[in-house]
């Protein structure tokens, strides 16, 4: 799945974070590399909190989407749906906690997430965003698998 975006097999899909179908949203593009998903995106020069640095809502917004999306993927991938994701292993956040480490600079970072447990419908996702290849938040997204919304 190296190379294909997550986010192409959860569409339609309008959420602010993940959404290809947001034309105002993050619209992160995350994909496998081995057992980590990954995504790398540029903040837009708006997007500051202190001078010069990433606001850090925005950070827990990747770190959440990228966090669920990731899940979801996890999910199909066990399931034998890497292909085409099944529209009912569907995943929202019920609790996330988020690290910050050091500033993000405003440019291109790196989001590298594992599964690092699942327990019946929850799965906790470890994410960190580096850049420059230097931690600078870290965040644990507990996924939550329900009946497909909407
Ligand atoms: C098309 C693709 C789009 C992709 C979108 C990606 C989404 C991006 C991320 C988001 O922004 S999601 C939006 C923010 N999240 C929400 O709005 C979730 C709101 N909360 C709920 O809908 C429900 O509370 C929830 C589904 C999370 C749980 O309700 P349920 O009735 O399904 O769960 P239940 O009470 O049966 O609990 C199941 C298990 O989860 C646990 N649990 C429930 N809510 C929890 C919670 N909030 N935090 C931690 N654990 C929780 C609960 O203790 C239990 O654990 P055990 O199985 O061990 O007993």
């Known amino acids: 799945m190296t190379g294909t975006y997550i986010q192409e097999k959860l569409r339609p899909n309008h959420c602010f974070g993940c959404g290809l179908d947001n034309p105002y949203g993050l619209q992160i593009h995350s994909f496998w590399e081995g057992d980590e998903v990954v995504c790398r995106w540029t903040p837009k020069h708006y997007m500051t909190g202190p001078p010069n640095f990433l606001y850090g809502g925005i950070s827990a917004s990747l770190i959440d989407c990228h966090s669920v999306n990731a899940a979801v993927a996890y999910a199909n991938r066990q399931a034998g749906h890497e292909e085409a994701f099944d529209p009912e292993l569907f995943m929202v956040t019920g ?14 970072v790196e989001l590298r997430a594992r599964i690092a447990k699942v327990e019946g419908r929850k799965y906790l996702v470890h994410t960190d965003i580096l850049s420059n290849g230097e931690r600078c938040v870290s965040g644990e997204v507990l996924a939550i698998r329900i009946a497909r919304m909407g």
């Not at 609790?95 to 291109?108: A, D, G, L, S, W």
């Open 95 to 108: 609790t996330m906690t988020i690290k910050y480490h050091k500033p993000v600079p405003m440019h291109e």
